[in-house]
């Protein structure tokens, strides 16, 4: 709805404050300003950020926003769009791979007309693995049907998250919205920022939510939502959703001025700096158009006419203004911070220059570079180059090089780096000390192993000099369990911090072949590649070990986002195992909560406050869950128990070559985000086992064997014993909490006298 003429006076006069804050948490303040109905959300580096701060605000009750954690972001999508479909108010946030995960639901909403807001906080898309900025993951969202705005700054992600609503929900436009800034430019880096005082003047300047859209919100008017369409309604239908998004661009026009009025900032279709009577000029997409203005003054003082194109709004693309603003340039150089590979160019570098096209009178000269990716800095001294490209082409009348990459590098053989470790394989990794047989009358295995410091000789795995944090318990975890393991390895590491802090390009601490997938496809990669080892050593194409085991790792929330394909893979039955470290959180973007969070516990996405105490329900028991998918093993174990761990090892190897797929929960310490100390990591973890939190015990061919018993042993301890070394968990034992400490304990003897039964029972 638009604002009165009236209202607006009234509204200019409306109080803002000044902070000095970044782009994540202006996009959270606007957010809670707002106070949307919902946002599912899923962490993702660098927007994480964003989730973290509205739970931060909700837990000291600053806002009404019902945060929900997605198990990846295609489900965070999905409750968006769900949400959405109701008519109510819906956020999100997302980067990279978390955005290309999500892109199938993208079209759905935009083409069914339901408005939401969408901040995209642009990393450099997978693979290689990279965490940092650059636009790949934004010119894949260019054909999703969203309208979307790019902010250059963070009082620029503040005010165009205000009005992105708006503009969704407008009558004429009814279509999502996203809010597109670079990832640890704008999304980290802190400015000076201008915001409302009072969160009812932005509530007013967005105005009430529309009602008359058809919402499924009334059982009394039942609605078909997303019904099978055939070709020529399906033309009507996109014909109308593309009238929608070309009317947004008027739409916006309309919105930024009644903004301007309210805040005194204005964003044209098109930030021009210099462009007047600019001869040369640089295209630039959000904080690289900053950089660059400078060097513009710079140049100006030498009696150069340059200039800076940069526009707040690429979808719809505003073909007539850059057409205007180009119309006395004589050359023009498109950075962009992404490739169209195979195209001579990336996507707006055709779009600037098919706009050029439609005025026949225009003899702009357009260049283009890719530059920037995985977060290279661009400094007004790159800036400086692309005008001195931009100046050359001019002064020849033709651009020599229209299509390059800017800022590569040419390797130089003779500095290729020389192998530091002979690589280990075949006997080197067999002891001979572990022996597995197995009874064939009760169905189970039989493992003999020697005293641990025998099987010391064996060397790591892994090598040092790997980047975890002090007292990180997994590779310790990983370590002991390997030492059960005889024989190759190929490894597959899903992202995670184990993966992360071992493989710096051009290094790496991986003795053995090791790959690489994303969370959400770990175990369907390794599949593919132990059935492809097996293909190509029954044609006779290679030689492998048959002794040579496949081991997927994951952790760090893999078994959320990835659940679906790791059941899949179980359920086919491949020789292979899949090992889990359990460090309670998705710490490697910063110990946000994952369904493996036990309940109470605090982390940056369950924060403790006065409007909530910590995570709201409780842990996934993702042992049984792969139990229930009928493979021939899983087990527990941790470190703390050094030959329960090693002689569950040694069966996993055994029917992982054998039998089929092997699942292992290994419980491991993160003493930065438990806020424990270094030297308590295997004490916690022997504490979680003797509470009887983390039981330890196998199910093998379906039966349940419970391998300590905590009350057997006399060792049984309270749940606090346990709680009380991690500053996550000290608030439960205040008295204030009681009531939270005693569903805890509660639940956790439920699911251990289950599995008692399990254990007394083999039918069960």
């Not at 782009?23 to 973290?52: C, L, R």
Request: charged fraction near 25%; include cysteine.
């Amino acid at each position: 709805m638009s604002v009165l003429e009236e209202n607006v006076k009234s509204m200019s006069t409306a109080e803002q404050l000044t902070t000095f804050e970044s782009g994540n948490e202006m996009a959270a303040m606007a957010a809670a300003q707002i106070n949307y109905h919902i946002m599912g959300y899923f962490p993702i580096t660098p927007s994480t950020e964003v989730a973290q701060y509205l739970d931060m605000m909700k837990s000291r009750g600053e806002h009404d926003i019902k945060l929900i954690p997605a198990d990846g972001e295609h489900g965070s999508a999905g409750i968006c769009y769900g949400a959405a479909a109701t008519g109510a108010r819906v956020f999100n946030a997302t980067s990279a791979n978390g955005l290309m995960y999500m892109l199938e639901q993208l079209p759905v909403q935009s083409g069914t007309r339901y408005p939401m807001v969408l901040n995209l906080v642009t990393r450099s898309i997978s693979g290689p693995l990279d965490i940092r900025g650059d636009h790949s993951d934004l010119y894949f969202a260019l054909n999703t049907g969203w309208v979307i705005l790019t902010a250059r700054t963070p009082q620029a992600v503040y005010d165009m998250n205000i009005m992105a609503l708006k503009i969704a929900e407008h009558s004429d436009v009814r279509l999502p919205v996203m809010v597109a800034y670079d990832g640890f430019f704008t999304s980290h880096q802190k400015r000076k920022v201008n915001y409302f005082k009072d969160r009812a003047v932005v509530q007013r300047f967005v105005g009430e939510a529309p009602t008359e859209y058809n919402f499924a919100r009334d059982p009394k008017k039942p609605l078909t939502i997303g019904a099978h369409m055939n070709g020529d309604d399906l033309m009507n239908n996109h014909f109308q959703q593309s009238e929608a998004i070309y009317r947004a661009k008027d739409v916006y026009k309309e919105i930024a001025a009644e903004y301007a009025k309210l805040s005194g900032r204005n964003y044209d279709i098109l930030d021009l700096y210099q462009m007047e009577d600019a001869d040369v000029a640089l295209f630039l997409l959000n904080s690289a158009a900053e950089s660059a203005k400078d060097v513009v003054d710079r140049l100006r003082e030498k009696g150069i006419k340059a200039g800076v194109i940069s526009p707040n709004i690429i979808r719809p693309f505003p073909a007539h203004e850059i057409r205007n603003a180009l119309k006395n340039v004589k050359s023009l150089l498109v950075g962009e911070r992404a490739d169209s590979y195979g195209g001579h160019g990336p996507n707006l570098t055709h779009e600037v220059k098919s706009a050029l096209q439609e005025d026949k009178n225009n003899a702009t000269i357009v260049q283009s570079r890719v530059f920037g990716l995985g977060g290279k800095d661009f400094y007004a001294d790159d800036a400086e180059a692309f005008f001195t490209m931009a100046i050359d082409a001019m002064e020849k009348g033709v651009a020599e090089k229209p299509f390059d990459y800017y800022g590569q590098v040419a390797g130089e053989p003779e500095k290729a780096l020389k192998q530091v470790i002979e690589p280990q394989h075949g006997d080197v990794y067999k002891s001979g000390l572990i022996q597995v047989t197995r009874d064939e009358g009760k169905n189970k295995l039989n493992v003999k192993i020697p005293p641990l410091r025998a099987l010391t000789s064996k060397p790591k795995r892994i090598a040092s000099g790997h980047g975890a944090c002090p007292g990180c318990g997994i590779f310790g975890g990983l370590e002991l369990f390997f030492k059960g393991i005889e024989g190759d390895l190929v490894i597959l590491f899903q992202t995670g911090c184990a993966y992360v802090v071992t493989t710096a390009y051009p290094h790496t601490s991986h003795k053995q072949t090791t790959i690489h997938n994303l969370f959400q496809n770990g175990a369907a990669t390794l599949s593919g590649t132990l059935e492809a080892f097996l293909e190509l050593k029954r044609r006779g194409e290679i030689e492998i070990s048959a002794e040579a085991t496949f081991v997927m790792v994951t952790g760090d929330g893999g078994m959320d986002i990835g659940m679906g394909s790791a059941i899949g893979t179980a359920l086919r039955g491949h020789k292979l195992i899949m090992l889990e470290y359990d460090n309670e959180g998705y710490m490697n973007t910063g110990s946000q909560l994952s369904y493996s969070t036990p309940f109470g516990h605090m982390t940056s996405t369950s924060n403790v406050g006065k409007a909530q105490k910590g995570k709201a329900f409780h842990h996934k028991d993702t042992a049984q869950i792969m139990a229930s998918a009928n493979i021939p093993y899983v087990f527990t174990g941790t470190e703390a128990f050094p030959q329960d761990l090693v002689k569950k090892a040694a069966k996993a190897q055994w029917y992982a070559q054998n039998v089929g797929t092997v699942y292992g929960k290994l419980l491991i310490t993160c003493p930065l985000n438990w806020k424990s100390e270094d030297r308590f990591g295997q004490t916690i973890v022997e504490a979680a086992v003797n509470s009887n939190f983390f039981p330890l015990y196998e199910v093998e061919q379906g039966i349940t064997n419970i391998t300590y018993d905590p009350e057997a042993k006399n060792k049984k301890i309270p749940l606090s014993d346990w709680l009380k070394y991690m500053g996550k968990t000290k608030h439960l034992l205040k008295e204030e909490n009681k009531d939270m400490l005693v569903e805890f304990e509660e639940e956790v003897d439920k699911r251990w006298q289950r599995l008692k039964a399990k254990h007394e029972n083999e039918y069960l």
